[in-house]
């Protein structure tokens, strides 16, 4: 019902900013709660950020509040993670995911999610 595809991963020196997107299809984008999340190697995937479906509320991992930031933008099916001061601890494959109804607490177990993308690469240097 919901295919999203990431974009944005890339290099970057340690401070610099990344702005990643989720595209998504779907024909009920707003009724879906979207998450961030991420893998490093050796490591499980975690929780980063999670949006509600009209944006009014966010949620973010202790690790990355006050650098990133979640927004999304309906009209366009759009999730986007601004991620400011990159550390290199925030090298992982990030992805994006989807889970219907409404958010009411964070959402920020992998296993609440129904839909997820197929990554995107980010690497933070020195």
């Known amino acids: 019902q919901v295919q999203l595809v990431e974009s944005g991963g890339g290099l970057v020196q340690t401070g610099g900013s990344l702005r990643l997107s989720c595209a998504a299809s779907?024909?009920?984008?707003?009724?879906?709660?979207m998450g961030w999340f991420r893998q490093a190697p050796g490591k499980e995937r975690g929780f980063v950020a999670v949006?509600?479906?009209?944006?009014?509320?966010?949620y973010y991992a202790d690790s990355v509040k006050g650098r990133f930031t979640i927004s999304r933008d309906n009209a366009k099916n759009t999730l986007y993670l601004q991620m400011n001061n990159l550390k290199p601890e925030d090298t992982a494959v990030y992805y994006c995911?989807?889970?219907?109804?409404?958010?009411?607490?964070?959402?920020?177990?992998?296993?609440?999610?129904?839909?997820w993308g197929q990554g995107t690469q980010v690497t933070v240097s020195s």
């Open positions: 949006i509600s479906g009209r944006g009014s509320s966010t």
């Open positions: 779907g024909r009920t984008f707003s009724s879906y709660a």
């Open positions: 995911a989807a889970t219907p109804g409404y958010l009411i607490a964070p959402k920020d177990s992998a296993r609440m999610y129904d839909y």
